[in-house]
């Protein structure tokens, strides 16, 4: 199958060598000529703008569109319908915020032009592993799509269905068909509240572990625990066992103390949605917004927990600090 793919960023690359791996033809466009230049090396169809990258592919053409959330993608997709044709479809592929894939769905609809919102998860390793995604939009459409999921997803990886499931789905494979418009951010959302509760969780409990050899202890009360020994013997066996307790073991392997990391946090606007979601609903969310606050508080007092979260964020998706340590 044919998909064209405008942002060529940590995902967006790997994306595209994931898909064209699998056998299908795409076609780059990124504000970055040099990366549109290295996959166009690798087999894509390098475009120039967004009117060259539109030639590139044969209707009804299918454009995902992987740039950071906010303007720059608010900014593209309106380009988008209003360069595409009727029969055309746009995949927002980013950290969008649903209530604005409703909107930005009317206004391609006026123009006959589909709109699907696939929630992204696999950061940096996505090329090996797979995606885990999380769609909205017209369910015809997004069938139409699945040749292009399927090879974007994880597939079965080793991962038996779960005790007592009988009937498969995509979802075996790793990637679900939500419902319409805003239903894959919306779960892509609040998956990504529950990342902030379970990394705060994993992070607190190193800062005690950590602490555990205080002066302020007693002698006798005082444990020095190797933490990567501590973080590869949780990964076995374990009830707290993750991918994300793998990759905090990775990062303490790297730098035991975190040194390179200062513990400042950002949060990339997901969690504040998924409160937000939660004040809508009336439903109580005390984990996830002390999760969120304390990204907040990490701006301006740095802890070992804060910088385990830094680690975890840049293991899993390439972010990188910011600001430098305060004094």
């Known amino acids: 199958m044919q998909l064209g793919m405008i ?12 898909l064209m791996k699998a056998g299908h033809e795409c076609a780059v466009f990124d504000l970055n000529p040099a990366t549109v230049k290295g996959l166009a090396g690798e087999g894509a169809k390098g475009a120039e703008s967004v009117g060259d990258f539109k030639k590139l592919l044969q209707a009804p053409r299918a454009v995902w569109v992987m740039v950071p959330s906010g303007d720059a993608t608010e900014g593209m997709v309106k380009n988008l319908i209003d360069t595409l044709e009727s029969g055309d479809i746009i995949i927002d592929g980013g950290n969008s915020y649903y209530k604005d ?15 699907v919102d696939a ?10 592993r797979g995606y885990c ?11 139409h799509l699945d040749p292009i999921f399927l090879s974007l997803a994880p597939g079965e990886s080793g991962i038996p269905p779960s005790p007592g499931r009988t009937v498969k789905t995509t979802a ?16 892509k959302m609040v998956h990504n509240g529950i990342e902030y509760g379970l990394m705060q969780a994993y992070a607190e409990g190193f800062d005690i572990l950590k602490n555990a050899n205080s002066e302020a202890l007693e002698a006798d009360l005082r444990y020095d625990i190797n933490l990567p020994d501590l973080a590869e013997t949780w990964r076995r066996g374990s009830v707290v066992g993750s991918w994300l307790l793998d990759l905090t073991a990775m990062a303490l392997i790297e730098d035991p103390q975190l040194a390179r990391y200062t513990g400042f946090v950002q949060d990339s606007g997901e ?23 304390v990204r907040f508080r990490s701006r301006q007092d740095h802890t070992f927990a804060e910088k385990m979260l830094s680690a975890m964020r840049n293991k899993f998706g390439g972010h990188v600090e910011q600001h430098a340590a305060k004094g």
């Open 7 to 18: 942002g060529l960023g940590r995902m967006g690359s790997n994306m595209v060598k994931r």
């Open 101 to 115: 894939d409703v909107r930005r769905a009317k206004l391609a609809r006026e123009k006959g032009i589909h709109y």
């Open 119 to 128: 929630g992204t998860s696999g950061g940096v390793w996505g090329f090996e």
């Open 133 to 143: 995604l999380m769609i909205g939009g017209e369910k015809e459409t997004v069938e």
């Open 172 to 187: 075996d494979l790793g990637y679900l068909y939500c419902g319409p418009n805003g239903a894959g951010h919306f779960a």
């Open 271 to 293: 969690g504040r949605w998924t409160i937000q979601a939660a004040l809508e609903e009336a439903v109580p969310a005390d984990v996830l917004t002390a999760a969120l606050f």
